[in-house]
Nanobody, 114 residues
Framework: QVQFVESGGGSVQPGGSLRLSCVVS????????WAWYRQVPGNQRELVAS???????NYADSVKGRFTISRDNAKKTAFLQMNSLKFEDTAVYYC????????WGQGTQVTVSS
C-alpha cells in the first residue's frame, strides 16, 4: 500500500506563493509517474501536474507558467512550487501516482483570498 502525506498549504493573497511537499511511502517504483491533483468541494478531483522519473513534466493549462512540479527520488518526496496564485487555485491539493492509486492522503488546503 502506497501512502501519501501532503503538507505546505496555507492562506495567501493573490499573487503569493506556496510550496507543497508530499512524502511517499510504501511500495513504489522509481519509474512511477508522480502527480499533484486538486479538488474543490462539489467538483471532481483534477490533475494539476505530473512528473516522470526522467523529470518530464506536464501541467494543466490553468497552471502552466505558474506552477512547477519536482521530485526527489532518494527522499521519496514530491514538490509543487506555486507562484502567482489566483483565487481559483483555492482547493485541497493531493499527491498520488498517475494514474492514481486506490489510496489518497488527507491533502493540504490552499486558500487564496484577499
Amino acid at each position: 500500500q502506497v501512502q501519501f502525506v501532503e503538507s505546505g498549504g496555507g492562506s495567501v493573497q493573490p499573487g503569493g506563493s506556496l510550496r507543497l511537499s508530499c512524502v511517499v511511502s510504501g511500495s513504489i517504483s522509481r519509474f512511477d509517474i508522480w502527480a499533484w491533483y486538486r479538488q474543490v468541494p462539489g467538483n471532481q478531483r483534477e490533475l494539476v501536474a505530473s512528473i516522470t522519473s526522467r523529470t518530464i513534466t506536464n501541467y494543466a493549462d490553468s497552471v502552466k507558467g505558474r506552477f512547477t512540479i519536482s521530485r526527489d527520488n532518494a527522499k521519496k518526496t514530491a514538490f509543487l512550487q506555486m507562484n502567482s496564485l489566483k483565487f481559483e487555485d483555492t482547493a485541497v491539493y493531493y499527491c498520488n501516482l498517475k494514474p492514481p492509486g486506490e489510496y489518497w492522503g488527507q491533502g493540504t488546503q490552499v486558500t487564496v483570498s484577499s
